[in-house]
C-alpha cells in the first residue's frame, strides 16, 4: 500500500492528523530529500526508516519498490514540500502502481499553486498549471504567452532569482496584463502582490527577491474568447496580438487548444511574391 501524503509548505501546523497517523504507521516513508523529511517527522516526533526517491534515482528505484509493494510493505510517499507529483516527484511509481494494479490512496494537503490562486482573487472556476517556468528565453516566452493566451487564469511556478526577468519579458510582451505574484505562503513573509507586470516589476525593483514564487495570470481582455474562435482565427490572433512568426503561433495554439500542430500548418499564411 502506497499513501501519497501532501507535507507543509512553510508552516509546520499544515500538516492533517491523518497524515500523521499515516506516517506513525506504516513501514518506510519515501522522501524527496530525507534530511528535510526528517525535520518534518522529528517535530512530530515521529521515528520511521526513510528512504530517498527524487528525481534522479525515480527510475532506478522503481522495480524493487514494486517488489516491495507487491510483498505486502507499506509506504508513504512525500516530497520537501506540498503535495508530491505536483513539479515534484512521484507521478512515475504512481502510474507504475496503477499498471500494475497496486493500492494507493493519497492524504491531500497543501499545494502551492492552489495556495496561490485561493489567495490571489482570481477567477478559481477554470485555470491552467504549467508547472515551472523555462529558464532559456523563447521557451519563457513561449510559456508566458501560452499563459497570457489562455482564456481563464494560469498559475506558473517561478524562481526568487528569475522572476525580476520574467517580469521584465511581461512589460514587453503584455504589458496590459493582469498578474499576481504570491510569495512565501504560510511562512512570515507572506505576501501577494497584483497588478501591471510594471507594477510588480517596481514592487520588486530595488530589493533582492527571497524565497519561493508562484506567478498568476489573468487572460488579456482582449483574449478571453479563444474557445470560440476557429482555429485559423486563433493562429491570426496570436500572429497580431504578440507579433509572433506563424510557426511560433501555431505552436501555442495547439498545445492550448490540445490538437496536433500538423493539423494548423495548413492555416499557415502563405508569403506571396
Ligand atoms: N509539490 C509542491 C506543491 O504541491 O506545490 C511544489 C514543489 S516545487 C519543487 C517548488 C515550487 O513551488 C517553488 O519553487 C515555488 O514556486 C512553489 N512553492 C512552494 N512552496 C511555496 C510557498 N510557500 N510560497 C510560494 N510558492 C511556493
Known amino acids: 500500500m502506497l499513501y501519497v501524503i501532501a507535507t507543509p509548505i512553510g508552516n509546520l501546523g499544515d500538516i492533517t492528523l491523518r497524515a500523521l497517523e499515516t506516517l506513525r504507521t506504516v513501514d518506510v516513508v519515501l522522501a524527496e530529500d530525507t534530511r528535510h523529511t526528517l525535520n518534518l517527522l522529528r517535530h512530530y516526533a515521529i521515528d520511521k526508516p526513510l528512504w530517498s526517491l527524487h528525481a534522479f534515482n525515480e527510475a532506478k528505484k522503481e522495480e524493487g519498490l514494486i517488489n516491495e509493494l507487491k510483498a505486502g510493505r507499506t509506504f508513504a510517499l512525500v516530497s520537501d514540500a506540498g503535495t508530491p507529483g505536483i513539479s515534484d516527484p512521484g507521478q512515475r511509481l504512481i502510474h507504475r502502481m496503477r499498471q500494475e494494479g497496486l493500492p494507493l490512496t493519497t492524504i491531500p494537503g497543501p499545494c502551492a ?63 496590459e496584463a493582469r498578474i499576481a505574484i504570491a510569495r512565501e505562503i504560510t511562512k512570515r513573509y507572506e505576501e501577494l502582490v497584483a497588478g501591471s507586470p510594471s507594477d510588480l516589476l517596481s514592487h520588486f525593483q530595488d530589493r533582492e527577491v527571497k524565497g519561493e514564487i508562484v506567478l498568476l495570470t489573468e487572460p488579456l481582455p482582449a483574449q478571453s474568447a479563444w474557445s470560440e474562435m476557429t482555429p485559423a482565427e486563433h493562429v491570426q490572433h496570436l500572429i497580431e496580438t504578440f507579433q509572433l512568426t506563424p510557426q511560433e503561433a501555431i505552436k501555442i495554439a495547439s498545445s492550448l487548444r490540445g490538437i496536433p500542430k500538423r493539423s494548423l500548418y495548413s492555416l499557415r499564411p502563405k508569403h506571396h511574391p
Do not use: C, N, W
Open 113 to 175: 499553486l492552489i495556495a496561490a490562486l485561493t489567495l490571489s482573487g482570481f477567477a478559481t472556476d477554470r485555470f491552467q498549471f504549467i508547472g515551472f517556468l523555462p529558464k532559456e528565453r523563447r521557451e519563457l516566452h513561449h510559456a508566458l504567452f501560452s499563459m497570457l493566451d489562455y482564456p481563464a487564469t494560469s498559475i506558473a511556478y517561478d524562481s526568487p532569482h528569475r522572476i525580476k526577468k520574467t517580469l521584465a519579458h511581461l512589460v514587453e510582451i503584455a504589458p
